[in-house]
């Protein structure tokens, strides 16, 4: 049985720090996960989204997940995954997701619609205000 991965990310433009926000639940884990982690130096919300989806994937490798479908709402990076389009600010990610995911039996991108992501923007949201809160 696959494990769901949910990611999303929260843009800070002034500050230039990111929010990143991950869940991973499924029958095969004794209990749901979700993980948060800022970043500073971010310099667009479509290299948040590629940051989240790539600790997201590298956390699952640690937990040994075997198969997992990852869920993000963002189309443009997922076409860069998929090999279908390529943004030059995430090559690099990209290029870290790629090997990362050679780590599973199997793994699967999917869309889902931003209405669908609330829980996720807001854990990503909530980790990107906190860290703002702790640094005045």
């Known amino acids: 049985m696959a494990v769901a991965c949910n990611t999303d990310a929260a843009w800070d433009k002034d500050r230039k720090k990111a929010g990143l926000a991950w869940t991973l639940s499924g029958s095969s884990l004794p209990i749901a996960m979700k993980g948060t ?11 948040a989204e590629a940051l989240a989806v790539r600790e997201a994937l590298s956390k699952a490798v640690e937990l040994e997940i075997s198969d ?18 390529q943004r030059k600010e995430i090559i690099g990610i990209v290029s ?29 949201k909530a980790s990107l205000r906190l860290s703002v809160m702790n640094t005045g």
């Open 96 to 124: 870290d997701i790629r090997p990362i995911s050679t780590a599973f039996a199997s793994i699967f991108f999917f869309h889902v619609p931003r209405s669908k992501n609330i829980i996720y923007d807001q854990l990503a």
């Open 68 to 85: 997992l479908k990852v869920y993000t709402d963002c189309t443009t990076l997922l076409g860069a995954i998929n090999g279908l389009s």
């Open 37 to 47: 982690l800022v970043k500073d130096f971010i310099g667009l919300p479509l290299v």
